[in-house]
Every structure is written in structure tokens, then in C-alpha cells.
């Protein structure tokens, strides 16, 4: 069974300062992962994949195998990056690509 | 273009009560997904369509719960005798076509269950 997991609940840093959002997974196969983002008052939406290999709004996230971890990192945060932010993971190329997600952390960027 | 949209936003029923949540996806999407977020955690898998023909419901929580996509576009999900436990958002999601993973949410239907 595949599972996503966010130790932490809520990370508040100061404008400026270093983001890193913790995500760890388990599953068999070779999944795909993804960082979902959620705004006040907004639906949830894609913020990364790890196959783009590509920086979104500043933030990168780099799967590693290894430890089986794909952690979200801004170097310098900005007020608008607080949000509700989810990891998740896919099979890639299933007949089902349905997303298996972490709790989510709640990151607030204070000015 | 629009996005998915879903309806109603809000529902509150009475215990025993059976709802209906309506999922319109974006237009052409082949795809269709349930997610059920309770509070304090992420969404949760419920049951996937491609087309008419749904795939997967290995989420559904129990035989009180069914979905249906008749024709292959606006999908209904049916939760009969409502427990408390069944209080939630429920989230649809589309995505355009098999192997392209990138799901897009609607804004979810809260429902409470009195």
C-alpha cells in the first residue's frame, strides 16, 4: 500500500527566511509525486510534479529515492506563499492514477 | 476556460438522511475522481471514472456510498443514511486523459451531518 506522510503540522517562518516542507513516502513501484497547494479561499491546485524537474513561484522539490523523501524548498519566503501545502503520489503509467495524499502543513510566512 | 464545479457547496442533513453531490468537470475531461477530505486531514481516494465506466471505487467507505457518471461528463456521488462520520468535504477532480496526472480539484462540497 502506498503512503505519504508530513511529520509536521505547521512550519511559521519570517519573510525572507529558508522554507523546507518535509514529505516521506512508501510504495512499491516507482511512483510520481506531486506538491499540491491550497490558498485561503481557494481550491487545491498543482503547485510541482517531480518529473517537470521545474521551479514553480520559487519553490523546487527534488525526489530522492533513497530516503524516499520529495521536500519542498523556497529559499527566501514571501508573505504570499502562506498556504495549506499537501505532498502526494501516484503510480505512474496505472490504469488508475489516483492520488494518495499526506495531511498537509500549514506554512505562514510572517512580514 | 471553466473550471470544475460542484454543488451544492454546503449540505447539512439529518442523520438517516441520504444527499446527492453533483461534480461538473471541465468539458472534454476524461477523467473523474472523488476524494473525501475530513477535518484536519489531506483528501482521500473514493472512486475513479474514466468516461462512463467507473474503474475503481476500492475507497467508497461502504455500500452507503455510490457514484454514478451516466454519460461520461456530470458525475453524482449518493451517500444514503448519513452518519455523522460521513461529515466531510468532498472533492471531485478532473484530468484530461490517462497517464496525464495532473488533476484539477473543484471547491468541494462540505457536508454536515446533524
Known amino acids: 500500500a502506498q503512503r505519504v506522510t508530513q511529520p509536521e503540522k505547521l512550519l511559521s517562518v519570517f519573510k525572507g527566511a529558508p522554507v523546507e516542507l518535509k514529505c516521506n513516502y512508501s510504495?512499491?513501484?516507482?511512483?510520481?509525486l506531486f506538491w499540491y497547494v491550497q490558498y485561503s479561499r481557494q481550491r487545491l491546485q498543482l503547485l510541482l510534479r517531480?518529473?517537470s524537474r521545474e521551479s514553480i513561484k520559487g519553490f523546487t522539490a527534488d525526489l530522492n529515492k533513497g530516503e524516499t523523501s520529495f521536500h519542498l524548498k523556497k529559499p527566501f519566503a514571501q508573505e504570499e506563499d502562506s498556504a495549506m501545502y499537501y505532498c502526494?503520489?501516484?503510480?505512474?503509467?496505472?490504469?488508475?492514477?489516483?492520488?494518495?495524499f499526506g495531511k498537509g502543513i500549514t506554512l505562514s510566512v510572517r512580514p | 476556460g471553466a473550471g470544475v464545479s460542484q454543488s451544492p457547496r454546503y449540505k447539512v442533513a439529518k442523520r438517516g438522511q441520504d444527499v446527492a453531490l453533483r461534480c461538473d468537470p471541465i468539458?472534454?475531461?476524461?477523467?473523474l475522481f472523488w476524494y473525501q477530505q475530513a477535518l484536519g486531514q489531506g483528501p482521500e481516494f473514493l472512486t475513479y471514472?474514466?468516461?462512463?465506466?467507473?474503474?475503481?471505487k476500492s475507497g467508497l467507505p461502504s455500500d452507503r456510498f455510490f457514484a454514478e457518471r451516466p454519460e461520461g461528463s456530470v458525475s453524482t456521488l449518493k451517500i444514503q443514511r448519513t452518519q455523522q462520520e460521513d461529515s466531510a468535504v468532498y472533492l471531485c477532480?478532473?484530468?484530461?486523459?490517462?497517464?496525464?496526472?495532473?488533476?484539477?480539484f473543484g471547491p468541494g462540497t462540505r457536508l454536515t451531518v446533524l
Open positions: 471514472f474514466q468516461n462512463e465506466a467507473q474503474l475503481d
Open positions: 510504495y512499491s513501484g516507482s511512483p510520481e
Open positions: 502526494a503520489l501516484s503510480q505512474v503509467a496505472g490504469a488508475n492514477s489516483k492520488l494518495t
Open positions: 517531480h518529473i
Open positions: 477532480a478532473s484530468s484530461f486523459r490517462e497517464g496525464i496526472n495532473e488533476q484539477f
Open positions: 468539458s472534454g475531461h476524461v477523467s
